[in-house]
Every structure is written in C-alpha cells, then in structure tokens.
C-alpha cells in the first residue's frame, strides 16, 4: 500500500489539495479488552485468543469529535448509489451536499455478515460468516495469527475476542447498537441454533446477521448487550441530550429500510428508494441533536457491494486471511461502496479519493477515543481519516 495521503476536491472539478497529516498523540496502550474474558455466552466454547490490541501512533488527524454515529444501509455498488441515475436523491444529492464523499471506500468481505464485524472488531471472514452464519454456531478456534486474528471458524467468538465496544466501556465512555424492529434486546437466536431472522416477516424485518454485537460472547454476556443493544426506537430519546447520547452509535435499519429487499414483505418498494426514504426520517433527527451540533460525525456506508459475483474488489492492501482465501468469496474484498462523512467538521460538497475499507471505519473509530487498533485496524499502511475528511478548515 501506498504511504497515507489526503485528497480533498470540491464538488466543482478542481485541483488537489495533499498534506501531511498531523501526528497523533500515543494510543493508550493500557485500554485492553480483558475485563471481558471471564464472561460467556451460553455452553462453553472451544478457547481462541486474539492477541492484544496493536497500540499505535496513527497519522490520522482529530478534530475533537466526541460522537460519532456509524448507518450501514445494504448490498449496493457505488455507482448505483452515488451515480446520476440513483434512485436514492436525499442520499446521493441533499445528504451529499452536506459532507465529504469518500469514493473509494470498500467493503472488506462478502456475505453481509463479516462487514458489520469488521467494523467493530477488525476480525476477517471464516466460511461460516460467509455464508451469512445461517447457524448461530461457536467460534471454534485453534490459535491466533496477525493481526489479531482469530484462527478458525464459526461465527459467535470467545470473550476473549474484543471488540471496540468493550475498549470503550474499559475506557470510561459510551456505545450502543440501535436495530430497527429488533425488538427485545440482545435478540439473537441460542447457540447453536438455525437462525430464523434471515428472511423477513411481517412486523418483524430484524436480522441477526446485521447486529454485529451478538456475535462477541463478550458482549452477550454481559448485562450492557441488554443495556446497549437496543430497538432504534431507543434512538430519539437518546438524541435529546448530549448526556444521553453515546459516544459510538451503530444503527441498522431492518431489511426493508437498509435496502437489503426488494420488494418487502410488507408491500414497500425496497432497495434504495426505502432506504432514502428511512434516511429522509432519521438522519435530521440526529444532526439536529445537541451531541452532533457540539461534537459529532456521521458515517452513512454500505455492508457490501451487490454481491461477489458482481463485484469483490478490495482496497487497502486487503489480501487473504488466515481462515479465507478470498474475503470476498470470488475475489478479495467487498467491492467499492462509498461512504458520506457529514460533521461539523467537514465541508459539504467535497470528497476524498483515499482509499478506506471498513477496517479503515473501526481505526478511525479508535483514533477518535485513543484506543489501541483491533485485528487489521492495526495492518501497516492502512487508511485511517485524516484531513481529507475533516476538511472543514481546509480551503479547496
């Protein structure tokens, strides 16, 4: 991989802007995920440790952002969303002008399953996360390889997995997951179990495989998954003050509203245009929130690409793991989804051609709040955002 740069344009073609990043200040190598270790998730799993948190000084740049909300939509190529013919206009033309497009941000994987961990984990795909974990099945491990991997297969991991969640409780600061029609929290099928949340239902258009957090015994078994992991109906009452709002929001819509169907269950059109129509709700909700206002920066990305048959590109040096020969079943990655930054902290209209992928999001995540780097939020070389994102104070 390339050594890290910026590019930030204007919407008007333009000239490049390149600088150097500001150094970071050391991450606090003391925030490690053990508190977790000791606490299970149903029968007792074959054991398989991650290995520390990589504590790194990045080259990223932090404005002071102190929320930072993450939307994951589902299964659409960049230039179907982001192009001239989208048929998501609030997405790809009001929210655009409002923030920072990054237009070549990837996917990491193929199914669905293994982007939404990555981002909370830096963990790669094993077979069974490929196939969208069709069985709720136990990690079952045989060691570890770098970065921070586990090696093995299986989809719930071992609490001695960690997650980002869990260095931020460590570190004294907030998060919750936020899952449209999810319901009880924590919902997730028993160990072992076949999944029953993979197709729709009426009333019910949850899926398992979209909550990143129920795959980490270290979350499920703990009381914050019940405490943190919530229905997005939680979401407005949170927003009402900054006190009330964490500092990391993941929030899925249901299948439906994430543009994962087509048509939906119950009647809706589908695809991009439920999903704009979701955003056209939920997004001024919270950037008109105090939090936001004060401190915050939205993230609105895709899981995936369409499909591995269509595209399985990758970015960011992203080659073979150690439990997948491919990532992206047919290729090395998740193919190129885009993603919109909007902050106080970044200027509308622009955009970046850095390349990003999801474990990009997680580092980025982890510069925010000075924690050690997870799996291959650590890899050498990697994208984390820098100036060409919060490029509020940059002049185009």
Known sequence: MNPTTTETTTAAPGPHRRGRR?????????????AAAAIGCGPAQPAATASAPTATSGQGYLPGAKHVFIINLENKGYDGTWGPASTAPYLSQTLRGQGVLLNQYFGTAHNSQPNYVAQISGQGPNPQMQADCQTYSPFVGSGTASPGQAV???????ASVPTVAGQLTAAGKTWKGYMEDMG?????????????????????????RHNPFVYFAGITGSPDCAKNDVNLSALKADLASTATTPNLSMITPNLCHDGHDAPCVDGQPGGLASADEWLRQWVPAITSSPAFKQDGVLVVTFDESDGPQSDAAACCGETAGPNSPEPGITGPGGGRVGALVISPFTKGGTWSTTPYNH??????????????????????????????????????
């Open 22 to 34: 500001p150094a970071l200040r050391a991450s606090a190598a003391a925030i490690v995920l053990l």
């Open 152 to 158: 093995g297969d299986g989809c719930v991991f071992p």
């Open 184 to 208: 009880t929290p924590c919902r997730h099928p028993a160990l072992g179990a076949v999944d029953d949340t993979q197709k729709a239902k009426v009333g019910d258009q949850y899926a398992t």
């Open 359 to 396: 474990y990009s999001l997680l580092a980025s995540i982890e510069d925010t709040f000075g924690l050690p780097y997870l799996g291959y939020a650590g890899a050498p070389g990697l994208n984390r955002f820098g100036l060409d994102v919060y490029n509020a104070g940059v002049q185009g």
